[in-house]
Nanobody, 123 residues
Framework: QVQLVESGGGSVQAGGSLRLSCAASGFTYISYCMAWFRQAPGKERELVSTISSGGNTYYTPSVQGRFTISKNAKNTLYLQMNSLKPEDTAMYYC??????????????????WGQGTQVTVSS
């Protein structure tokens, strides 16, 4: 049974940094896509970043150059967020799917989701 558990959210001032983590238990696939999504109050869920098992990464333009996605050998997913802005305030969700999509990870529908961790950036 796959379980994704996010951590690392919190409240910071604009310009600050946070590092989100997503521990993936039961997710032992060799080929996969993993991602971070976010959803702000009253807005649709937004894809923030993806990473494939082969290391292909994608960032939505609004976070390019400020956020960095990474993973370790145990398929723990990270999102380093620097230079945070008030508009980054949202619930952040980890997602994963056992598909070999490479650079097409941003286009897939993810099967597994975490419960989310709140990020609040004040001005």
């Amino acid at each position: 049974q796959v379980q994704l558990v996010e951590s690392g959210g919190g409240s910071v001032q604009a310009g600050g940094s946070l590092r989100l983590s997503c521990a993936a238990s039961g997710f032992t696939y060799i080929s996969y896509c993993m991602a971070w999504f976010r959803q702000a109050p009253g807005k649709e869920r937004e894809l923030v970043s993806t990473i494939s098992s082969g290391g292909n990464t994608y960032y939505t333009p609004s976070v390019q150059g400020r956020f960095t996605i990474s993973k370790n050998a145990k398929n723990t997913l990270y999102l380093q967020m620097n230079s945070l802005k008030p508009e980054d305030t949202a619930m952040y969700y980890c997602a994963a799917d056992p598909i070999d999509a490479g650079r097409w990870c941003p286009s897939i529908v993810f099967t597994y989701w975490g419960q989310g961790t709140q990020v609040t950036v004040s001005s």
